[in-house]
């Protein structure tokens, strides 16, 4: 790992592994930026909704597949592709 954080810090570099690598393309659907950008609001709305870093990530209780998955429901599925026409 890199020096030491500290709040005062405006840019960062750290190696990532391939597995954190992957969630990053993930997030934002090949771009490495904005799936750091989409990682950063996730874990800011999880925040305001009660979650802390001490917490199991159980807690947050998410019931749904991603949209391209197989076990997705359909209603979610049409809702987000009906919220991304209005983009």
């Known amino acids: 790992m890199g020096r030491p ?3 005062q810090t405006r ?3 750290r190696t990532l592994s391939d597995p954190q690598r992957m969630v990053l393309l ?3 659907k090949g771009n490495l930026c904005r ?5 950063l ?3 800011s709305e999880a925040h305001n909704k ?3 870093p001490d917490m199991p990530l159980s807690i947050l209780n998410i019931g749904f597949g991603t949209i391209d998955s197989p ?3 359909e209603s979610l599925r049409d809702k987000v592709r ?3 026409g209005n983009e």
């Open 5 to 7: 954080s500290n709040p």
């Open 11 to 13: 840019y960062f570099q």
């Open 26 to 28: 993930a997030a934002g």
């Open 35 to 39: 799936g750091f950008e989409n990682v």
């Open 41 to 43: 609001d996730l874990y």
């Open 50 to 52: 009660g979650f802390r």
């Open 71 to 73: 076990n997705a429901d």
């Open 82 to 84: 009906e919220d991304r």
